[in-house]
């Protein structure tokens, strides 16, 4: 028995070593989920993503992945989407590979590997949020992306998860401070709510 505890014990050390932003994501017990909810204005996200959005221009962008301060964002999410006029501060989710590091022969590609994206902006705000509404990719693998009105991220929806950012606008540049995973079912009605602080 003291062996299988030494193990259990073993591998959750090595599951939080090797994937430790992973373990910082926490269930929320039921019975707080309406408070975390109300916290964020639930009621509004949920009237953004039930809106319909019909006109967008199409631009293109890069494709930056989150740094490992991140957990994994469902629907591959670009982390250099999380600030539309780019003001705020985006949590290291710079790449970490120096300038210096392309002058010993390394492909500048290496540093952006899945390069160049196409995005279709919306030319209407989104309701009750008033910021930028933004499609990525096509059919069930969509993202639609909602912001506030000075740019930063305020959610976004990927099949059956609406991820929600909370910013920190005490600092004197914007920065996230959690992250909510709101699995929903129809119409968009929260069923488990996990959250990540960062």
Not at 12 to 38: C, D, H, M, N, R
Not at 185 to 192: K, L, N, T, V
């Amino acid at each position: 028995m003291k062996l299988v505890s030494i193990l259990i014990l073993y591998f959750a050390f090595f599951l939080g070593a090797v994937y430790p932003s992973e373990t910082k994501i926490k269930l929320i017990p039921k019975q707080k989920t309406a408070k975390v909810l109300k916290s964020v204005a639930y009621a509004t996200i949920r009237s953004t993503v039930m809106a319909t959005y019909s006109r967008f221009e199409e631009k293109e962008t890069n494709h930056n992945t989150c740094s490992d301060g991140f957990p994994s964002m469902p629907g591959d999410f670009p982390c250099n989407l999380l600030d539309f006029s780019g003001t705020s501060d985006q949590v290291n989710v710079q790449s970490e590979i120096s300038d210096g590091e392309f002058a010993e022969g390394r492909d500048p590609e290496d540093m952006n590997p899945s390069g160049k994206i196409r995005i279709k902006v919306s030319k209407d705000k989104s309701r009750n949020l008033n910021g930028n509404v933004i499609l990525l990719g096509e059919g069930e693998n969509q993202l639609s992306l909602f912001y506030f009105p000075k740019g930063q991220i305020s959610h976004y929806l990927y099949q059956n998860m609406i991820v929600i950012f909370v910013w920190n606008q005490n600092e004197p540049t914007a920065q996230l401070s959690h992250l909510y995973f709101v699995k929903v079912g129809s119409d968009f009605f929260p069923e488990e709510v996990k959250e990540f602080a960062f």
